[in-house]
C-alpha cells in the first residue's frame, strides 16, 4: 500500500514522464526497424537483407514523415494501431544483434509484442488482429489497408472517430491517395529530424546517424535514404554539447533505469559527451582527409572546444582543456583551419583555462598567453572583446596570485582602452570581485577604496554620461560590499552600511532603481564578520544581530525583499564565531535557539540548517569555554543533526563533511589530550552510520585528512603510528578502485608531521622513509603529486630529531633538490624560501660541541647566500631563523654584533622587519647595539625595555613594507 503522499509523489513523476514518452515514441519505432534489420542480416534467409531494408526504410518514415509535414499531433498518433507485417516469418531471439540494439534505451516488449500501439507481429497474429477489429469497429470509420506490390504484405490502420482526420486535411476520393513515406527523403529534413533528436538524447541521434550510414551503403538508389552529411555530424556533436538529454538512471521509476548493463559508461557523463563529440569530430575529419567528405566547419571545432572546456570539475591536471588547447593549435597550423579561427573560438578556450586558474598549476598563465595572442593579432575575427577580458578578470579572482585585484584593474584600465574595448557592467562587477576575493594585505589595505572608486565611476557613466551598459545593479553593489568588508581597514563595517544606505538612497531618489535586498544585508553583516580590528569583533557581531533585527521589523511592515533567510541568521551565527571573544560559543549558542524557537511559534518561516550548527561548533572551539563545558555542546550538536536526519531524512540537517571537520577542530583546540580519540570516535560513528544506508555522508578524503592532522598534533601514545596506518588504509582503498579515499599531498604531510612531531623518537627517520617511498611510486600509482611542502617538513623534522647527523641530513636533502632542478627544471621540485629557511633553522638547533657549532653557522649562513643567489628570495621568517642561528651559534662578542648588523641592515633594506625578527634581533645583539641599531631610529631610544608591539607602532613603515602579506 502507498500513502497519500507516495501517490502524490508518483502521479506527479508520471506527469512529468508523459511528454517525454510520448516525443520518444516514433523514434522507438527507428530501433525497432533497425532490430528488424539486424534480424533480417543474421538469419542469412534470401533476400531478407534487402527486405529487411524496405521495412526499415518504411518504419523510418513514420516517425521522420510525421515530425516534418506535422499532420497528425503526436498524441493522436500514438492511439493509432499501425501494423507492419515482416517480410520473413521469424521468431524475435532475445540475444544478438537485437538485444545490443534495444538495449540503447529502447523497451523490447513495449514495441514488438504490445497490442496497443506500434509493433511487429507474425502473419497469424496479423490476421487474427484484423478479424478482431472488424468485429468490434463495426460503427467506426474504418481504412482499408492499402494494396502493395513491393513485397510487402500490408501497412493497415484503424482510426477511432476522435481521432480522425479533418475535411480540411482529407483527401480527394477521385486523386491518387498521397502517403508522405513515399516522398523522397532529403538530406536538409533528415538533419531537421536529427537535430530535434540530438537536442533531446544525443545517443540515441547518434544511433540514427549510424543507422542512415548503413542504410545509404546498403541501398544507396533507395529514395527513403540519404547519405548524412557534415552538418549531420556536426548536429549530432552539438547534442552531445548543448543537448538536454534525459538520464534514465536518474527516473527509477521511469522503468528504464536498468537499461544499461554495468559495462556500458553512463553516457550522460559531461566527460563522456565530451569523449563521444570528439570522436565525431575526429571521423569528420579522417573522412575529409581520404575521401574530401565530411568536412568539419568552425561550429564542429567550436562545439568540441566548449565540452571540453565544460568538463574542469575533475579535471585536476588540465587534460580536458589541453584537448581544446589542441583543437585550437591544429587549426592555426593548416590554411584552411586558420580561416575558421575566430573570437569565440579563443574565447571559449580562454574561458576553459580560467575556470581551472587557482587548481590546475600554469593555467591562469596559459588563459594570458592567449589574451596576449588576441591582442597581438592583425585578424579583426580572433581580436579580444569584452567577454574576453571579462573571463580573463575572472580567473584571476579564482587565482591565488598575490596582486589577483591589481593585475584585474589593469585590465580593466590600460589593456582593454588599449585595444579599444569599452567596459560594461559585468567586466567592472568582475573587478569589484576580485577586490573581494584577494589574500594579499597590501591589496585589502586598500580594496575599500578602489572598491568605491570604481561604484563612483559606474554611477558616472551611467548618469552623466548615459553609458546604460556600465549601470551596477543590486549584485554590483553587493560585490562592492563584500569587497569592502575584505578590507583590513578598521572603518570597513560602517563603510559597507554606508553603500547600503547609498542604494536606499539612490532608489528613492529615482537615479538608479537599486533597492537593497536581502543579498544586500547578508553582505554587510558578512563584511561585520570578517573585517576590522579584532578589539571591534564583540561591537561587530553585536551590530550584525541589530542589522537582523532591522531586517525583521522591516520585512513585517512590507519590505518583503530584505526579509531574512537562513544565510542572514548564518551571517550573524558567523560573526560571533570570528569575534575571538571568550563568550563567542554561547553567544552563537543564544542565536541559535532563539532561531529555533521562532520557527516553532511559527513566528518565522527560517529554521536552522547544517550551516547553522556547524557554524555554532566552530563558535564553541574558538571561546574560551572551559572543555568540560565546550566539549559537551560540541558533540550533542553533532549527535543531534545524526539523529534528527535519522528519524526525518531532512537533508537541511544532515550533517556534513564539514561539519565533521569542524567538530575535530574544536577538540585539538579544547583538548590535544584527548582530541584525537575523540575525532577517531566521531569518523568511527560517521562510518558506521554511513554504512546504514539511510543517506548519511560518507567519509571520504577530506574526513581522514582531517583525523590524520589530530593524531599528528596529538600527544596520545602512537599517534604517528595512527596517522601512518590511516595513510596506509586509504593507500589500500584507492588502489582496490576507490577514489574517494585517494590520497592526496595534504594526507601525506599530515603523516609526514605526526612523524616529524615525535622527530627525537625515531620520528624524522620514519618521515624520510615514508617520503623516499612515495617518490618512488609514478603520480598514477600514488594517486596525487606533492609539491616542495613534503621535503621542508621532513628537514623540519631532522632540525628536530637531535640526532648527531640531523645537519648532514638536511643539507643533503638541499643539495639534491638544487641537482635535480638544474638537470631537468621542468619536472622536478624547485628548493622554495621555506626550504632554505628550514635548513638554517635545522642548523640553528645544532646541539654539539664548539667545532661543529662553528660548521652549523657556517651551513647557515652559506645556505642563507645560497637563497639569495636563487631567485626565491628571503622573508621575514628567514631573517629571523638567521638571527637565531647567530644567537645560538656563535660567542656573545664583538663578531656576533657584526653578524646581527649586517644581517639586519640586509632586513630593513629587503623590507622584512617583523615581530618575530625583533624578538631575535633583541637575543642576537647587546644592549648597546639594540638600542641604535633599533630604538633609536624609531625615536624611543630613551625608553626602558620597550614592547615589541610599542617598537612596531613606532617603527618606519618601510622597514616592514614586504613582509609575507598572507592571513
Known amino acids: 500500500e502507498t500513502t497519500p503522499q507516495e501517490s502524490s509523489r508518483s502521479e506527479l513523476a508520471e506527469n512529468r514522464r508523459r511528454p517525454i514518452r510520448q516525443r520518444q515514441t516514433a523514434y522507438r519505432e527507428l530501433c525497432c526497424a533497425l532490430a528488424v534489420h539486424a534480424l533480417a542480416i543474421q538469419s542469412g534467409s534470401s533476400g531478407g537483407g534487402s527486405n529487411a531494408v524496405g521495412a526499415y526504410t518504411q518504419a523510418l518514415t513514420i516517425p521522420l514523415g510525421f515530425q516534418r509535414f506535422g499532420r497528425f499531433h503526436r498524441s493522436s498518433y500514438d492511439q493509432r494501431v499501425t501494423t507492419t507485417t515482416l ?169 528504464e533505469s536498468d537499461l544499461y548493463d554495468d559495462g556500458v559508461q553512463n553516457m550522460y557523463d559531461p566527460q563522456y559527451a565530451a569523449e563521444r563529440a570528439q570522436a565525431l569530430l575526429d571521423i569528420m575529419e579522417e573522412s575529409c582527409t581520404s575521401t574530401g567528405r565530411l568536412c568539419p566547419n568552425e561550429l564542429s571545432y567550436m562545439f568540441v572546444c566548449q565540452k571540453w572546456s565544460e568538463c574542469y570539475k575533475f579535471d585536476n591536471f588540465g587534460v580536458n582543456i589541453q584537448k581544446a588547447q589542441d583543437i585550437l593549435t591544429h587549426l592555426k597550423q593548416s590554411e584552411g583551419g586558420r580561416k575558421m579561427l575566430t573570437v569565440k573560438l579563443y574565447s571559449i578556450v580562454l574561458e576553459g583555462w580560467c575556470r581551472r586558474s587557482g587548481k590546475v598549476q600554469g593555467a591562469m598563465e596559459k588563459a594570458l598567453s592567449i589574451l596576449d595572442e588576441m591582442e597581438a593579432s592583425t585578424d579583426p575575427n580572433i581580436r579580444p572583446n569584452v567577454l574576453t577580458y571579462t573571463s580573463v578578470i575572472g580567473g584571476l579572482a579564482r587565482s591565488r596570485d598575490r596582486e589577483l585585484a591589481t593585475k584585474a584593474e589593469d585590465i580593466l584600465r590600460k589593456r582593454m582602452v588599449e585595444n579599444d574595448v569599452e567596459p560594461d557592467m559585468v567586466a567592472y562587477t568582475s573587478v569589484l570581485n576580485c577586490w573581494a576575493k584577494t589574500r594579499s594585505r597590501k591589496e585589502r589595505m586598500q580594496s575599500s577604496r578602489k572598491a568605491l572608486l570604481l561604484l563612483e565611476e559606474m554611477e558616472h557613466a551611467y548618469i552623466k554620461e548615459d553609458k546604460y551598459h556600465v549601470k551596477p545593479n543590486v549584485i554590483t553593489y553587493a560585490t562592492a560590499i563584500k569587497a569592502i568588508g575584505n578590507s583590513l581597514s578598521d572603518d570597513a563595517p560602517s563603510l559597507s552600511e554606508k553603500v547600503l544606505r547609498h542604494m536606499y538612497d539612490l532608489t528613492e531618489s529615482g537615479a538608479i532603481q537599486v533597492p537593497p535586498n536581502t543579498g544586500s544585508f547578508n553582505a554587510v553583516i558578512a563584511s561585520l564578520s570578517t573585517s576590522g580590528s579584532k578589539h571591534k569583533k564583540r561591537e561587530n557581531a553585536k551590530h550584525a544581530e541589530r542589522l537582523l533585527v532591522e531586517m525583521i521589523k522591516r520585512s513585517r511592515e512590507g519590505e518583503t525583499s530584505i526579509e531574512p533567510n537562513v544565510k542572514t541568521w548564518g551571517g550573524v551565527l558567523r560573526a560571533w564565531s570570528l569575534s575571538r571573544l571568550p563568550d563567542s560559543g554561547e553567544q552563537a549558542q543564544r542565536v541559535l535557539d532563539q532561531m529555533q524557537r521562532w520557527y516553532d511559534e511559527g513566528q518565522s518561516s527560517v529554521r536552522p540548517n547544517v550551516v547553522c550548527y556547524t557554524t555554532t561548533i566552530s563558535a564553541w572551539g574558538k571561546g574560551s569555554a572551559p572543555p568540560e563545558v565546550a566539549l559537551p555542546q560540541i558533540e550533542g550538536i553533532l549527535q543531534d543533526m545524526e539523529d534528527m536526519y535519522t528519524e526525518t531524512q531532512d537533508i537541511d540537517v544532515r550533517p556534513n563533511k564539514i561539519s565533521y571537520v569542524a567538530a575535530i577542530d574544536a577538540f585539538m583546540r579544547k583538548d590535544k589530550r584527548t582530541s584525537a580519540s575523540r575525532a577517531q570516535a566521531v569518523v568511527d560513528r560517521m562510518m558506521q552510520l554511513y554504512l546504514k544506508g539511510l543517506g548519511h555522508d560518507r567519509p571520504t578524503r577530506i574526513i581522514f585528512n582531517a583525523l590524520i592532522n589530530a593524531w599528528s598534533r596529538s600527544s596520545e601514545p602512537n599517534a604517528a603510528d595512527n596517522a601512518e596506518k590511516i595513510f596506509r588504509w586509504m593507500e589500500q582503498q584507492y588502489q582496490q578502485g576507490d577514489a574517494f579515499l585517494k590520497p592526496d599531498e595534504i594526507t601525506l604531510c599530515g603523516v609526514l608531521n605526526a612523524w616529524a612531531n615525535n622527530a627525537q623518537n625515531g620520528g624524522a627517520l620514519r618521515a624520510q622513509q615514508i617520503l623516499d617511498h612515495t617518490g618512488s611510486l609514478s603520480p598514477e600509482k600514488r594517486g596525487f603529486v606533492y609539491s616542495i611542502v613534503c621535503h621542508n617538513i621532513v628537514i623540519k623534522a631532522w632540525g628536530r630529531s637531535k640526532s648527531p647527523d640531523s645537519l648532514e641530513r638536511a643539507e643533503a636533502i638541499l643539495k639534491q633538490l638544487e641537482e635535480d632542478y638544474e638537470r631537468n627544471p621542468s619536472t622536478s621540485i624547485r628548493p622554495d624560501t621555506t626550504t632554505y629557511s628550514s635548513v638554517i633553522n635545522c642548523c640553528a638547533y645544532y646541539d654539539g660541541d664548539l667545532a661543529g657549532m662553528a660548521r652549523a653557522f657556517k651551513v647557515a649562513a652559506q645556505t642563507f647566500a645560497n637563497l639569495r643567489q636563487s631567485g626565491e628570495g628571503t622573508n621575514n621568517i628567514t631573517f629571523g631563523t638567521l638571527f637565531k642561528a647567530i644567537t645560538r651559534l656563535t660567542p656573545m662578542d664583538e663578531t656576533r654584533d657584526k653578524l646581527t648588523k649586517f644581517y639586519f641592515n640586509l632586513c630593513v633594506r629587503d623590507g622584512q622587519v617583523d615581530s618575530f625578527v625583533l624578538s631575535q634581533v633583541r637575543l642576537a645583539s647587546s644592549a648597546n647595539l639594540f638600542r641604535e641599531m633599533v630604538l633609536k631610529p624609531c625615536g624611543i631610544a630613551d625608553e626602558d625595555d620597550p614592547s615589541r608591539d610599542r617598537i612596531m607602532s613606532k617603527m618606519p613603515t618601510e622597514w616592514g613594507a614586504n613582509v609575507d602579506d598572507y592571513q
Not at 520473413?88 to 504490445?114: H, K
Not at 497490442?115 to 463495426?138: A, L, T, V, Y
Open 87 to 255: 517480410p520473413f516469418n521469424e521468431q524475435i531471439p532475445s540475444f544478438g544483434p537485437t538485444t545490443a540494439c534495444l538495449q540503447r534505451g529502447f523497451v523490447a516488449q513495449t514495441f514488438l509484442r504490445s497490442s496497443n500501439g506500434p509493433g511487429i507481429e507474425s502473419d497469424q497474429g496479423q490476421e487474427k488482429r484484423q478479424d478482431q477489429d472488424q468485429g468490434q469497429h463495426q460503427n467506426q470509420n474504418h481504412v482499408a489497408p492499402a494494396k502493395h506490390t513491393d513485397g510487402h504484405r500490408q501497412l493497415a490502420a484503424t482510426t477511432d472517430d476522435d481521432n480522425s482526420i479533418d475535411d480540411d486535411d482529407s483527401i480527394d476520393d477521385n486523386s491518387t491517395e498521397y502517403k508522405f513515406w513515399d516522398d523522397a527523403l532529403t538530406i536538409t529534413s533528415f538533419n531537421m529530424d536529427l537535430h530535434n533528436l540530438a537536442m533531446e538524447d544525443a545517443a540515441k541521434a547518434e544511433d540514427m546517424l549510424n543507422v542512415m550510414e548503413d542504410l545509404y551503403t546498403t541501398d544507396p538508389d533507395n529514395p527513403l535514404s540519404v547519405q548524412p552529411d557534415a552538418a549531420s555530424y556536426t548536429t549530432v556533436i552539438e547534442g552531445w554539447c548543448y543537448g538536454k538529454s534525459i538520464n534514465p538512471a536518474a527516473d527509477p521509476d521511469s522503468g
